[in-house]
């Protein structure tokens, strides 16, 4: 994939392993700072060609924005993009989708259909040879290993990129959207997130073949996936 942005801190290789490339507590200078410490240069994440990269947090946490702004999607798209020879899938263009067929039903009562086509345009992107990029809760365990276990028959291999904010933060974010979760809902998947989080701190996260885990700061300064490097 072309490099959208010069490579300040690029991540790599890809080994197994839990990956983050700013501690949380680590100080950053404030943007346009000319004396901007090395923690604040911009992120470049590296990962094999044939890779599927899930970007995963509580929902409102910026995911969809996170893609948009890599990628330059508006947020109107009704199908998968590909940009430079990467298939990116937000949940947003399935639900853009089945919002002109679906219009009578209440939001709630589209979910399933909603993520149904989302897990399914994953799938069949991984089977066309092209690295995927794809939002995801990852709150799912099992969606992760039916996902990992797709990349594998298919030559490719599954990776986690864990956007990993506040609660407070994420429920900002569903306001700022104008979709939110009942607290009951929101309050699972927020435990179901603490204990995914807890497992990459302490190492791997089984299926993944690497998981990187970003702060707020750190997703903000991210530039770039780049893909093309070894298995």
Known sequence: MD?????????????????????????????????????????????????????????????????????GLRGDETHPVVSGGVCVIDSRQARNWWARRLWALP??????????????????????????????????PHLLHGLAWLARRRGASLHLVLLDVPPEVARAGQVARGRMLTPAVFARHCRRWRR????????????ARTVTVLDRPSADRLTAFRFGGPE
């Open 196 to 207: 995914l989080v807890a497992r990459a701190r302490r190492g791997t996260l089984p299926p």
């Open 107 to 140: 939001p709630r009562a589209q979910i399933p259909f909603v993520y149904t086509t989302h897990v399914w345009r994953i799938a069949r992107a991984l089977t066309a040879g092209r690295a995927v990029v794809a939002h995801t809760r990852g709150t799912w």
């Open 3 to 71: 490099d959208p942005a010069p490579c300040g801190q690029e991540i790599g290789p890809f080994a197994s392993a839990t990956r983050f490339p700013v501690p949380a507590a680590a100080p950053t200078a404030p943007a346009g700072d000319a004396g901007a410490a090395p923690d604040a240069a911009p992120i470049v994440l590296g990962f094999p060609a044939r890779a599927l990269v899930l970007v995963a947090g509580l929902p409102g946490a910026g995911k969809s924005t996170l893609l948009a702004r890599l990628y």
